[in-house]
């Protein structure tokens, strides 16, 4: 494949995109993360679109939920019951689309 | 006693053109966090002392629905006063100060500064027309009985002012001194909060540009005299008598002090340097 | 029914929750439309058209007041293989004059433009507000909590239109299936170009549009791609299979910029400037997926139930979601009429669904979705096909030109397909499509 002659932009520009109306107050997603100690499968960290789920050194899982697109990918792909609680955040908080 | 928010309504996600630097204000309105967190100390201080809450605007009609959303959080009263956008700080200062002064407030609050390139500037014509103290870009704001208030600003350098502030009072506070709460369901659902309109005579203030490129005026050019030698010695000034320039390598001192004497002699410098 | 504070809640002011909200508020009853975003449509992304003609009924002329970015009026089908691309283009100018047929918009400003026709019919809109749970009394769902303070809302029915998620089916215990295989994530990226540049490069004029549906773009994750146009943005997105998303180690923002830097898109994208990603999950499984659709005082409608047509080369959801919500609405209303919003009262929703287009195209559709994340359609069709177009126009002068019979021979050989694998999927695809 011939590469483009505009240079693939860096997923932190790509994030800053979008608009995220962060509720401060409270995460709407978390991880129990001694659950995910024991998983092997890890699916959240390649398919969460915006990369929210990082693995840590001390083998647990590191997230934030300020940049959530709130798609529901991370718990439909979690295999270990009850590691990832997910709810939607406040009203009027969390991602806004413009252009989608 | 009364206690007011002023609020403005702003477009909340302008696009700037990065190669024109145009701006497209977008569609989207709302109004600043400072804003918000005005709305919300305003509901705290009638809270703990009891006092009835007003909420006014400045701004065409279509900044009811901002008006009437923010005052769902249990504000007693909303007035849209009644002017096109664009009109300058110190027009909206004296009409918020004219109705605020009509309806008897107290205590003022507005946000810092409205996100659309505002100066912060309204409080303090507020505080003016009103004769109130006025305390401005406060970071905190806390009640010491009905009336009195102890409030905190930044100042320079990281400091910090902290000021004690009796009604009649006009204040501005930072979007971070408090966020605004949530209305309750019921209130949204009955839009409990009619908007009372004041209307005023001011002018829709139009930018008026010429439609037409600027051709200047034709005017009458006496044809040249003389032969083309002449004109061009006329124009080039070639055969004008004048002072040869030249060139002199000096020291510094000795350089500044021909500088100094030529500046002199051609009526520059009227007296000689007494030191 | 006393005690209640509306006839009817939606929740979800989407293309479904929209929808319902119109019918109810037309047929004269109270309804509350819910919807957690700041405005309708801000939660929302989809792959790029809106089918109107469902629409003809709720909204007459919707496309005089609709905000459209290009109506579509060329469609194609493009098969990637490596770095070729076989693609059968359909032009029809047709579909560029009322009453049209599909048509690019951007979500946030089309879903409230619907939801704004609800609330000229006379629905209450209250955004920014999240629904957080159900109320139930002796098993009859009665109405939604919210967070907001004092913020139950109390109705004879409750329309779930509360998208892929929908927590609230699954506390009604409808919707058991959180098997990922039903789902797929879809990615986005809306890409700023001029229009001009986008009516030369995509050969189109003033309102006209392009729609791409691209298969074999996902690398080893099955799924699909799309490209289509607005008024000056490109979107370039893709659908992908969850569990192998999962499994494989390849993000998805990888498998995009390779579908990007494709020769067959780069060109169509160069230059421009992403102004916005974006990211949904998708009710891939369709039939097979679908909840329950009537429960004790409640509906389910659109994404929520699953109504999303992903099957090859019809990729439709806007308008099945118009179409169950406007049904669920009617049905709805007339229970609330009557009194009766139990599930017994509420069940003319699931037929006259079964009667509309909503469900028996998903019924006949069923086996679409697995047909087309198949091998063989993701991998072998375009490799195959790209093979053989190729061999048909390569020039082999001086030898003499091979049979088209023997070309398909040697390239399904050379994929190790076999002619009777390759009947039975036909056959299949033909009982499915046919």
Known sequence: MTASSYPEISFERRMSTVEFRVDSDRAHITVDDTVCRDCTTRGCITACPANLFVPTAAGGILFNYEQCFECGTCYLVCNEEGAITWTYPEGGHGVVFHRS | MLIAACVKLVEIRPLVDPLTGSVDPGREVGCSAADRAAVEVVRRLAESWSARTLLISVGPPRAEPLLVELAAVGIDAAVRIDAPRGVDSSTVGRLLAATLADVGADVVVCGDYSSDRGSGSVPAFIAHHLGAAQ?????????????????????????????????????????????????????VLADAVPVEVVATDVPLSVRTLPTRAFSPPTRVASAPTGTPLDRVVELTGALVERTPPRTVALDPPEAAGMILEQLRSWGYLDEPDPA | MSGTDFDVVVVGAGPAGSAAAIEVARAGRSVCLLERGPSPGSKNMYGG??????????????????????????????????????????????????????????????????????????????????????IREAGQVVGVRTDRPNGDLRASVVVACDGVNSFLAKEAGMYPHDDPSNFTVGVKETIALPRHVIDERFAVRGDEGVDIEILGCTGDVPGGGFVYTNRSTVAVGLVLSLPALAAGGTRPEEILRLLKAHPAIAPLIEGGEVVEYSAHVIPEAGYDMMPELVGDGILVAGDAAAMCLAAGIWLEGVNFAIGSGALAGRTAALAARRGD??????????????????????????????????????????????????????????????????????????????????????LRALRTFG
């Open chain 3, 49 to 134: 058209v809106v089918y109107g003609r469902i629409l003809d009924t709720l909204v007459p002329a919707w496309w005089e007041q609709a905000p459209v970015e290009r109506w579509v009026t060329r469609r194609s089908t493009m098969l990637i293989s490596g770095d070729q691309a076989l693609t059968v283009d359909f032009r029809n100018p047709g579909w560029g004059e009322a009453p049209h047929n599909g048509a690019t918009a951007y979500r946030p400003e089309f879903d409230s433009w619907l939801a704004g026709v609800a609330v000229d019919a006379g629905a209450e809109l209250v955004c920014s507000t999240t629904a957080t749970g159900l």
């Open chain 3, 341 to 426: 919003a139990s599930a017994a009262g509420l069940a003319g929703y699931r037929s006259s669904l079964e009667s509309s287009f909503v469900l028996s195209d998903h019924r006949r559709l069923r086996d679409a979705p697995h047909l087309v994340m198949s091998d063989l359609a993701q991998r072998v069709l375009p490799a195959v096909a790209c093979g053989v177009v190729e061999d048909v126009f390569t020039v082999t002068n001086p030898t003499p030109k091979p049979g088209m019979r023997r070309i398909v021979r040697q390239r399904l050989r050379r994929h190790g397909v076999r002619l009777r694998d390759l009947f039975r999927e036909g």
């Open chain 2, 135 to 187: 305390a401005l870009g406060l970071v905190e704001v806390h009640t010491e009985g009905p009336g009195s208030l102890r409030v905190v600003r930044r100042l320079d350098g990281g400091r910090r002012e902290v000021a004690v502030v009796d009604a009649p009072a006009v204040m501005s506070v930072e979007g971070s001194v408090a966020e605004l709460r949530r209305a309750p369901l019921r209130s």
